[in-house]
């Protein structure tokens, strides 16, 4: 290994390096505002040029800008880059299409000048994943995770159908997350994603797999090996049967009378026709239809076999909410009895108050209080504004009135009022800046704006 590759490439436990201060040939880049860190693949980083305001690391522990893919690794190498990292929907530039839709850029090209400006393509992305924040490790990972990828690349999270999965359907843009399914669903259900009719399958009543063949079988032994024959109806003694069991080698002869039958329209006519199982023999009208598993090798019957319906899914407001917040609330949490409120549930908690009180003549106020996140990352770091920004709007919802209507965002805290005019609400809010102020430190810049009757409409057009 030259000089060079060996300045540019992080050990798992090393500190940060800029490869700059020890490969002075490395390639000037077109834009000199930022540098990138980039983590590799680690059987895959011999291959990558060296740049001068990009840094490789092999630790997926290092927070990273972005995600280097050369070569073409194992998919489960990346889907544990994917799972031990701390950035919530990470950007990655693959020279494989085995990642399909989750790269968010497919270069052939791995050269100096190409892979600089490769990186410098995806930057406004990189930045917009950046200011989320961290992923936790936890129960909330891969939803957060999901809504990350729908809100930094702004698309549906659309399935596509591939015959190689036993469910058919499968989410690209989601890979590296466990049962991503019943992940989607789960937001859905919450609320925070919105569904779109996308295709319904039929399932396999012994595997659940939705790789079935569709076919025609009979209603006694289940075989598919069928013919339709043509019925005979003997006018003079009524008997009818499939044209076989009348065939004899010199034209047709009843079965059950032993007349034979000279003239059709006279003797007998051709009702109609019938499946035949060439099996066992059943003769039937119409034959059922089943499901024979390409899986499992078993058979489903048509009445018997369930199905399952996938949908696109669409970012909702209340799931841009909870990913800048960095968490899920759930039934379960503490949040849900005062601060739990999702966006859509306030908005109509509070619309309602708000139809009760102009009908009624009653006080109503709303209040908004947002802290300034630039002051505070100024003052404390970046690092650590999501940490005191969770602590300000658990200060603040403890401090509200049992009645009262409360939801967070990431930076802000909503809260509405009912029975409460203008004097009061100005004391509750100054009694939540107060327990603020003596819990926090640095002291912080918050924003309080107090809505009444006639403005409160205008508050919850401004909540997206």
Known sequence: MNAAHQGRVLAPTAELVSVSSIAGKGLRSPKQDRRFRCLVENSSWRSLPVLEDVDYSLDPRVESDLILVPGDPEASAIGELLGQGSSPAPVIISQSSALGARADLVLSDWSASSLSAAIHSVAPVVTRVAELPRL??????????????????????SPILRPDEPAIVVYPQLFGIRNPRAVLEGLAEAGRLRRQFFERLHLCQYCDSSRLHAREVCMRCHSSHLSERSLIHHYRCGWQAVQSSFEVSHGYVCPKCRKELRHYGVDYDKPGRVMCCESC??????????????????????????????????????????????????THSIDDGRRGRTL??????????????????????????KIDIADLAEKIGQREVDAVCELIRDIAVHNIREYDIAATLADTVLVCMPETDEAAAKVVIDRIQRAIFATAHPRLKIKAEIFLIAQIDQLLDSLT
């Open 281 to 330: 023999g059943e003769t039937m009208s119409e034959p059922d239809v089943g499901f024979l598993c390409l899986d499992c090798l078993r058979f489903t019957s048509g009445d018997r076999a369930g199905f399952k319906d996938w949908f696109c899914y669409d970012l909702l407001p209340d799931g841009v909410a909870a990913l800048k917040i960095g968490r899920l609330p759930t």
């Open 136 to 157: 936790p490790f936890g129960p909330d990972r891969d939803g957060l995770s999901v809504l990350a990828l729908a809100y930094t690349r702004e698309c549906s999270l």
């Open 344 to 369: 859509r549930d306030f908005r109509l908690l509070v619309s309602h108050s708000l139809f009760v009180a102009q009908r009624t003549g009653r006080p109503l106020s709303a209040a908004r209080l």
